[in-house]
């Protein structure tokens, strides 16, 4: 659903309150969260097709965070888009808040709660089969990490969604090349991935994740998604840990370390979003 919104307009916005409720919360995993903005930017304003009005409309696209410690990104999100109210994320990884360090379906517009990594995808499976099996519209995106891929769980569930050729799924990994403690590389290696996710019978789309014009390209659902005549899309998007953030890019401490005051001052004049 096209909102008003201009894509780099609402990057720019949720990067400012994301750092901000992180920083206020003392929280972990800004880093990753900045990874996904424009992701997040482009799926929110101009591609997803959901309602703040009714956060349960039938119809809507199912947008799935597998990468659940993410989830400031996606709060941001929802409150841009009016799902929730801006002050509310003041409460952010405060006790009793329904938003929690990772992504919580108790908030309007989640669809599933996340947090151990490899469950969005089988789970984003499961939605596009049943948009299939009862000829609903709904398109369902998972976005998942890179690091994430280690999950024998995200390669069964290709083999489904391969399978079953459901063109009405399209699965985006966030390729930052740093998990929690070091490079993905350097963990388990996944490379060369587009040819392993080919072989598995995806439609594997790669470029730049903070390219909006190829995100708007690679993210469109395809007129004919409910045809049976393709398998899933999976874009890979090459992105940059801490995007936005000088001194958090590709510095995989940014994994769990939170903004203190001078650090969220600069954060924050580097983003365009004024002083904390």
């Known amino acids: 659903m096209k909102t008003d919104w201009d894509a780099a307009a609402f990057a720019q916005r949720i ?3 994301t750092v901000r409720m992180v920083s206020r919360s003392g929280s972990s995993h800004v ?4 990874s996904l903005a424009d992701i997040v930017a482009v799926l ?3 591609i997803a097709h959901v309602d703040p009005r009714d956060p349960g409309l039938p119809e809507r696209d199912r947008v799935i965070l597998s990468k659940g410690h993410a989830c400031s990104i996606i709060y941001a999100a929802l409150a841009a888009r009016g799902f929730i109210a801006e002050e509310e994320l003041d409460e952010y990884a405060q006790p009793g808040s329904r938003l929690l360090a990772h992504i919580s379906h108790r908030v309007p517009g989640v669809e599933f709660s996340t947090g151990s990594l490899g469950h969005g995808l089988p789970f984003g499976v499961g939605k596009a089969n049943a948009a299939r099996l009862s000829a609903q519209p709904w398109h369902t995106f ?3 990490g890179d690091g994430e891929m280690d999950e024998g769980s995200n390669w069964e569930s290709l083999l489904f969604a391969a399978h079953a050729r459901l063109s009405n799924l399209t699965a985006v990994i966030d390729a930052n090349n740093l998990q929690s403690l070091t490079t993905v590389g350097e963990t388990l290696g996944l490379e060369p991935l587009p040819d392993k996710l080919r072989a598995f019978g995806a439609d594997v789309v790669e470029g730049d994740g903070h390219d909006l014009e190829f995100l708007r390209e690679a993210l469109r659902p395809a007129a004919d998604a409910q045809r049976f005549d393709r398998g899933p899309r999976v874009v890979i ?6 995007k936005g953030v000088s001194y958090m890019e590709n510095s ?3 994994h769990y370390k939170s903004p203190n005051p001078q650090e969220l001052d600069q954060a924050l004049a580097e983003i365009g979003g004024g002083r904390a």
Do not use: D, N
């Open 31 to 34: 880093g990753s969260a900045l």
């Open 142 to 144: 998972v976005l998942l």
């Open 15 to 17: 990067r400012e309150l």
């Open 44 to 46: 929110y304003a101009e």
């Open 237 to 242: 998007a090459r992105t940059i840990k801490g």
């Open 252 to 254: 995989v401490a940014w």
